[in-house]
């Protein structure tokens, strides 16, 4: 069985710092691609970054230059370092990797419980 188990939310006032951590485990064989989304009730949820095989990033456009991710491949985790964080970046954060797993040896998209990021005017 594949998890996805995310920290690192909280509130944080306008303009701070906050970094989120997503470690996938279980019995992977190989993670193709890692990322991060957001959702705000009533709203669809929407890709913020992506960080695929080999270190190639993309950023939603309203997190560019402000946003961060990164990847440890031995640790099977993603992180997301969010500065100059902005009232609109309030949302529930939820991980997402794309994760070939020994069970069926075929690659399935997966999704953490999701963590609340809170910023405060």
């Known amino acids: 069985q594949v998890q996805l188990v995310e920290s690192g939310g909280g509130l944080v006032q306008a303009g701070g710092s906050l970094r989120l951590s997503c470690a996938a485990s279980g019995s992977i064989v190989s993670i193709k691609t890692m990322g991060w989304y957001r959702q705000n009730p009533g709203n669809q949820r929407e890709p913020v970054a992506v960080i695929v095989s080999g270190s190639s990033t993309n950023y939603a456009d309203s997190v560019k230059g402000r946003f961060t991710i990164s990847r440890d491949y031995a640790k099977n985790t993603v992180y997301l370092q969010m500065n100059s964080l902005k009232p609109e970046d309030t949302a529930v954060y939820y991980c997402?990797?794309?994760?070939?797993?020994?069970?069926?040896?075929?690659?399935?998209?997966?999704w953490g419980q999701g963590t609340q990021v809170t910023v405060s005017s």
């Open positions: 997402n990797a794309n994760i070939r797993s020994l069970a069926t040896m075929t690659s399935n998209n997966y």
